[in-house]
C-alpha cells in the first residue's frame, strides 16, 4: 500500500479545509430556491379537483424553471410541494402549518371552501399570502385578512350570469320564463348558490318558487324533487351539484318527461368532464358556468392545453386552468417584488394587474384585487353543452353560438 | 411516592415543557393527538366503562361546539362558560336519549343504530335550521382576546387541551374506584347478573351517558375555538365517533391511559405518515394510508385489549 508522507498528509487537508469553507461561500453566489406550497385534496371527496389543480400548479412551476426561473430573483428556481388536505379541514389547517414551516412563501389551494376557510386562519397568522383560485363561497373573503386573495367571481356571481343569460334569451326570441327553481347540494357553496339564486332572482324580476337542498352523501334519488318542479310548472331550473348528483337529476328529468325552457348548473357537475361522458346526448343544450372556457380566445391557452394534455393524458379543465391562474399570480408577483419576503410579496400580490393570457394567467377577466382580497375584475362564462363539448354562449365578447331556447324537449 | 406516581409526574413535566422545544405546527400536532385523547377517553366512560357503544358521540360534540359559539356570538357569553353550558345541554341530551332507548330495552347493536340514527338525525336538523346558518356554518374572528378563549398563539390551547386530557384521566382513575363505576363495570360485564345483585341498570346506564355525553361536549367547544368555524360537516359528522373509538379500542378500552395510549399512537403515527421526507404525491398519501390501515388491523388481531395489555403481558412475563 502506498504511504502518504506528512507534507501530503498537510497540503490535502488544507485544501479539503478550503474547499470546505468556500463551498457555502460558492453556494450562496447561486439564486436560492423559491419554495411555493400547493395545499390541495389529494384523497377523499375533492381529490379528482386537488389533483388537476396541483398538476397546473406543478406544470407551471417548471415551465417557468425551464425559462431560466424568476429573473428578477437571479435566475431563482421555483420550488413547488404538495400537501394533502385529506378533505378534511383539519388536516388543511395543520397542513398549511406544515408548508409555512417548510419555508413555503405562499400557498396556493384548496378546492374546498371550509378547508380554505381554516387554510387561510393559519396562512393570515403567519403573515404567508394565499391565493385561492377555485373557491366560490363568500365567507373567504369576508374576514378582513390580508393575505388571502382569490381570482375567481364568488357563487352569486355566477348565479347572474346564467340567469341574465336566460333571461336575454326569453327577451329576445319572446319566450320569457318566470318560474325558476333551485335544487342544489347542502355543502356550503350549494347552500350559498341558493341564498345567491334568491337575490339574484329578485334582482332580475324570477318568481322563485322552490329552493332545495339535499344530502349529498344520502340522496340518491331525484325523482320527488323533479316531480314537484314538474307539478308547479317551473320554467328554469337550475343548481350546485356533485357530477354524479347533476347525472343522476338529469336522467330524472328525462326518465319523468319533464321539459323545462332552460335547465343549467352553477359551477360543480354540469362542467365536469365526468357529467358529459356519462350522460353523452342527454346533456346537449345543459346551460353551466365556470371563469374558464377551452374555446376561448386566450393568449397562450391552446400551446398550455397541449402541454398539459402531453403531461397528464387528460384534457385541461376549468380546475387545472385555476391552478395556472393562481399560479400566475405568484408567478407575476414575485418578479414584481424580486424578493421572497412574504411581506413583500404580499404588497406585489395586492398591486396585481394581470390580463387573461398574460404569465398563464387562464381565467377570465384578468386580474385586480380589492382591500378585501376579492378580484375586481373577475368574471363568469355561460356554456351550452353541445356534443360532450362546452361552447362558449355568454358574455357576448367570448360567445361562439347561442343557447337553443327554449331547450329542446328529451327525445326531439 | 409510588413508582407509578412518579412516572406521572415526569410525564405531565414533559408534556408541560414540550411548547419550549416544539414550532408551531408540532404544537399543532400534539394539540390535535391531546383533543382526540381527550375525546376517546369521554366515549370510554360509556363505551369503555359501561359497555354502552354509542355510535353517536358526534351528537354530543357538535351541541357542545354549537352551544358554547351560538352562546358567544348571540349572547356575548365568554366560550369558557358556553362550554359549560354545552355540557349540560349534551348530558340533558344524552340522558332524555337514554331514557328513551332504555325504556324499550334496546341494547347492543341496537343500541348502537339508534344512537347513529339519532346523531344523523341531529345532522339533518342542523343543516336545515337558519338560526345556526345550516351547512354553510359558522366563522369566528381570530384574535387574542384570552378572556373569550380566542388566541392567536398555539401554546395556551395546548396546556388548555393538555389539562381537560389531564383532568379526565382523573376522572376515569376516580370513576375506576368509585361505586358508581363498579356498577358501570357490572353492567359492562353482565347486565342481568348484575341485576340480580342489586344494581339499578337503568340509572347507571343512563348516568354513563349522560356524564359521557357532557364530558364530550367539552372537546366540541374546544374545536370551535381551535379551527373558528364550524359546520354541521365538520362537528356533526361520523369522523369525531370514529376518532373517539380508534383511539379508545387501539390503546383499551375501559381504562383510564389506553384511550390516551391509542390516539397519541395514531395521531402520531397519521402525522408521521404526512410527513414522509420524500415528494408527498397521490400515490406516497395513499400507500401511507394503506400502512395506517393495516397497522390498525395487526393491533386490534393481535391486541384485542388494546395497546395497554402490553405491559400486563411484560409483567406477566
Known sequence: MARITRREFVRSSALAAAGTMLAPCLAGAQAKDVPLAAIVALTGTNAAWGQRTWNAFQQGCDMVNEQGGIKSLGGAKLKPMVLDTESRPEVAGSQTERAVQRGAVAITGTNQSAATIVATQIAEREAVPFVCATDVDPLITSRGFKFTFRTSPIVESYARDLLAYVKDLGASTGKPARKLAILSENSIVGQSSVEATRRVAKELGYDLVEADTYDASKTQNFASYISKYKGAGVEILIGHNKPSDAVLITRTMKELNYNPMAYGGILGGHVSTEYVNALDKDADHVLCTTSWSGDADIPGLKDLAKKYQDRYKEHMDSTSAGGFTAFAVLWDSLERAGSTDRKRLRDAIAATSLKTGEKMYMQLRGAKFLATGENSLAGGLVFTIRSKEWVTVAPKEYAKATAAWPKPKWGA | ?317
Open chain 2, 1 to 317: 411516592m409510588s413508582a407509578r406516581l412518579a412516572l406521572g409526574l415526569a410525564a405531565l413535566a414533559a408534556a408541560a415543557a414540550a411548547p419550549l422545544v416544539a414550532g408551531q405546527h408540532l404544537l399543532t400536532a400534539f394539540i390535535v393527538a391531546l383533543h382526540a385523547a381527550y375525546m376517546a377517553l369521554a366515549w370510554n366512560v360509556a363505551a369503555g366503562y359501561a359497555g354502552q357503544f354509542s355510535l353517536g358521540h358526534s351528537l354530543f360534540y357538535g351541541i357542545g361546539a354549537y352551544a358554547s359559539t351560538m352562546l358567544y356570538l348571540k349572547l356575548g357569553l365568554t366560550p369558557w362558560a358556553g362550554m359549560f353550558a354545552g355540557a349540560v345541554l349534551a348530558g340533558l341530551v344524552g340522558v332524555a336519549l337514554a331514557l328513551g332507548v332504555y325504556r324499550y330495552n334496546v341494547r347492543g347493536i341496537f343500541f348502537a343504530l339508534v344512537t347513529l340514527g339519532a346523531a344523523e338525525v341531529a345532522k339533518g336538523l342542523a343543516d336545515n335550521w337558519d338560526w345556526i346558518k345550516g351547512p354553510v356554518g359558522i366563522l369566528l374572528t381570530m384574535k387574542n382576546a384570552p378572556g373569550e378563549f380566542f388566541f392567536l398563539r398555539r401554546e395556551p390551547y395546548y396546556y388548555v387541551a393538555l389539562a381537560m386530557v389531564v383532568a379526565m384521566i382523573l376522572i376515569s382513575l376516580r370513576l375506576e374506584r368509585s361505586r358508581l363505576g363498579q356498577y358501570f363495570l357490572a353492567v359492562r360485564e353482565d347486565e342481568a347478573a348484575a341485576e340480580a345483585s342489586g344494581v339499578d341498570t337503568h340509572r347507571a346506564k343512563t348516568v354513563a351517558i349522560g356524564l359521557s355525553a357532557a364530558l364530550t361536549a367539552f372537546a366540541g367547544s374546544f374545536y370551535a375555538q381551535f379551527y373558528l368555524y364550524i359546520s354541521p360537516d365538520t362537528v356533526l359528522v361520523f369522523e369525531p365517533q370514529l376518532t373517539m373509538m380508534l383511539g379508545t379500542m387501539v390503546g383499551g378500552a375501559g381504562t383510564a391511559l389506553g384511550p390516551v395510549l391509542g390516539s397519541v399512537l395514531f395521531s402520531g403515527l397519521g402525522e408521521a405518515l404526512r410527513n414522509l421526507p420524500f415528494e408527498n404525491t397521490r400515490q406516497v398519501v395513499i400507500g401511507s394510508k394503506l400502512v395506517y390501515a393495516i397497522l390498525l388491523i395487526v393491533i386490534l388481531i393481535y391486541l384485542p385489549g388494546g395497546l395497554i395489555t402490553l405491559g400486563r403481558r411484560s409483567r406477566r412475563a
